[in-house]
């Protein structure tokens, strides 16, 4: 079965520190990866996608086929930034979405 | 860009209701749309997955007979929560996926459902 995995629950840094979100992915296949965000009391929005090798608010992710990861990354992390954030995989018809990380960045 | 609303946004009722929750592409049509729940401070859990014309798939866990999907156009699903209890108080969040080769999923403001 297909699985998206975040490790970290909660992750907690400082304002202008370097933040990463882990998402691992566990099937074979090329799957689309992305990632969403929800911030307080609003919808999910879409992030990032790995096919369009944007730069969405300042965060970056690299599908890493090797280790199956699609890591989350900002290298200064602003107040702003806390928010769920949720890994998500699309294969065949099917959404699979990770348990989310709940990202809370402190003055 | 693609928007999904979803109506209503909050619902109050007493136990024992049914409660129908509507979620439309508006400026697209939408061949799955996928119905979630979030319980506070967790993540969201898939209730189905909606294909237009055809039965909803469940996952494993939710109750067919329970939540009730329809998906009878391209722009239109609905969840129906029958025979409300308390415990089916929750906040659930429906996307809708594009026509057309892959789309991202794009996702409704949600409904907070509470059963008194």
């Known amino acids: 079965a297909q699985r998206v995995t975040q490790p970290e629950k909660l992750l907690s840094v400082f304002k202008g520190a370097p933040v990463e979100l882990k998402c691992n992915y566990s099937?074979?296949?090329?799957?689309?990866l992305f990632w969403y965000v929800q911030y307080s009391r609003q919808r999910l929005q879409l992030l990032l996608r790995h096919i369009s090798r944007e730069s969405i608010k300042g965060f970056t992710a690299d599908l890493n086929k090797g280790e199956t990861s699609f890591h989350l990354k900002k290298p200064f992390a602003q107040e702003e930034d806390s928010a769920m954030y949720y890994c998500?995989?699309?294969?065949?018809?099917?959404?699979?979405f990770g348990p989310g990380t709940r990202l809370s960045v402190l003055p | 860009g693609a928007v999904v609303s979803q109506h209503p946004s909050w619902v109050i009722c007493k136990s024992g209701t049914s409660v129908k929750i509507e979620c439309r592409s508006l400026?697209?049509?939408?061949?799955?749309m996928f119905w979630y729940r979030q319980f506070p401070k967790q993540s969201l859990m898939l209730m189905a997955t909606?294909?237009?014309?055809?039965?909803?798939?469940?996952e494993q866990g939710v109750e067919k007979d329970k939540f009730l999907i329809n998906h009878a156009s391209l722009t239109l699903s609905t969840l129906t929560v029958t025979s409300a209890h308390p415990e089916d108080s929750s906040f659930y969040i429906c996307?809708?996926?594009?026509?057309?080769?892959?789309?991202?999923?794009?996702f409704g403001d949600g409904t907070r459902l509470s059963i008194l």
């Open positions: 400026d697209f049509q939408a061949t799955t």
């Open positions: 909606s294909n237009e014309g055809s039965k909803a798939t469940y």
């Open positions: 998500a995989s699309f294969y065949g018809q099917n959404f699979v």
């Open positions: 996307s809708a996926v594009g026509t057309g080769g892959f789309q991202p999923q794009h």
């Open positions: 099937y074979s296949g090329s799957p689309e």
